[in-house]
């Protein structure tokens, strides 16, 4: 890479940003904006999890910093009225000093068949982590599985939009007054693996005052439903 000039990714701003990514590959631009947001600031990352998007080894593996992972604290919701349990607990878990909450695939638990209620549910799960948003204004990074259905409130409720668009050139974030420009490799090839994300975020890191570095990798502390996060 080359490393006269930083890759350049979209800051989250307090609110609801919705990361709207096309195609199927959304795991890795997720993490990678959720470690850049961590390694660029203190406090603690609340994640709600939803379809194993917090897959703890990506995370380690990602992470120039091991530093950052410290930070992370995930709870996992298997179904949707885990989910709502989950999400009515943010507002006790959220402080002032929260760096960032992420809920990704958040229409996911209430799309089950057995959800007779799930847009409901996602309506009240919606009107919580807003108000966790404008209370401690902080920024809510959501994602969508789809965007018809139970992802459209996603997308009303959303403050900001972050698209996320594959591109020959690779992954370009675009917001209303931020797109990416470029990737710089060199050879004018981007591939949008896990070591491309590495370089990103190890590129990025000393920017933000972070130690490179990959041994002894903490894991992100990680409960389920019936834990504390």
Same mark, same amino acid.
């Given at each position: 890479?080359?490393?006269?000039?930083?890759?350049?990714?979209?800051?989250?701003?307090?609110?609801?940003?919705?990361?709207?990514?096309?195609?199927?590959?959304?795991?890795?631009?997720?993490?990678?904006?959720?470690?850049?947001? +961590?390694?660029?600031?203190?406090?603690?990352?609340?994640?709600?999890?939803?379809?194993? =998007?917090?897959?703890?080894?990506?995370?380690?593996?990602?992470?120039?910093?091991?530093?950052?992972?410290?930070?992370?604290?995930?709870?996992?919701?298997?179904?949707?009225?885990?989910?709502?349990?989950?999400?009515?607990?943010?507002?006790?878990?959220?402080?002032?000093?929260?760096?960032?909450?992420?809920?990704?695939?958040?229409?996911?638990? =209430?799309?089950?068949?057995?959800?007779?209620?799930?847009?409901?549910?996602?309506?009240?799960?919606?009107?919580?982590?807003?108000?966790?948003?404008?209370?401690?204004?902080?920024?809510?990074?959501?994602?969508?599985?789809?965007?018809?259905?139970?992802?459209?409130?996603? +997308?009303?409720?959303?403050?900001?939009?972050?698209?996320?668009?594959?591109?020959?050139?690779?992954?370009?974030?675009?917001?209303?007054?931020?797109?990416?420009?470029? =990737?710089?490799?060199?050879?004018?090839?981007?591939?949008?693996?896990?070591?491309?994300?590495?370089?990103?975020?190890?590129?990025?890191?000393?920017?933000?005052?972070?130690?490179?570095?990959?041994?002894?990798?903490?894991?992100?502390?990680?409960?389920?439903?019936?834990?504390? =996060?």
């Amino acid at each position: 890479m080359d490393r006269t000039r930083l890759p350049e990714l979209p800051t989250l701003d307090p609110g609801v940003q919705l990361l709207a990514i096309d195609g199927q590959r959304a795991g890795e631009p997720l993490r990678a904006l959720v470690l850049d947001h +961590a390694l660029g600031g203190g406090g603690q990352v609340r994640w709600v999890d939803s379809r194993g =998007y917090a897959r703890t080894d990506r995370l380690a593996r990602l992470a120039p910093d091991p530093r950052a992972l410290d930070r992370i604290r995930i709870a996992r919701g298997f179904t949707a009225h885990q989910h709502v349990a989950l999400v009515r607990r943010l507002p006790d878990v959220v402080t002032d000093d929260t760096a960032l909450v992420v809920l990704p695939a958040m229409d996911a638990p =209430y799309r089950a068949d057995d959800v007779s209620r799930g847009r409901a549910l996602l309506l009240r799960s919606l009107a919580t982590v807003a108000r966790v948003a404008r209370d401690h204004a902080v920024p809510v990074l959501v994602t969508r599985t789809d965007p018809e259905g139970l992802g459209e409130p996603l +997308a009303a409720a959303a403050d900001r939009t972050v698209e996320c668009r594959q591109t020959p050139q690779g992954p370009r974030f675009v917001t209303d007054d931020f797109e990416t420009q470029v =990737y710089p490799q060199g050879d004018g090839i981007v591939q949008t693996t896990l070591a491309f994300w590495r370089r990103v975020l190890a590129a990025r890191a000393p920017a933000a005052g972070s130690e490179s570095g990959h041994d002894d990798h903490p894991t992100p502390a990680e409960v389920t439903v019936d834990g504390a =996060y």
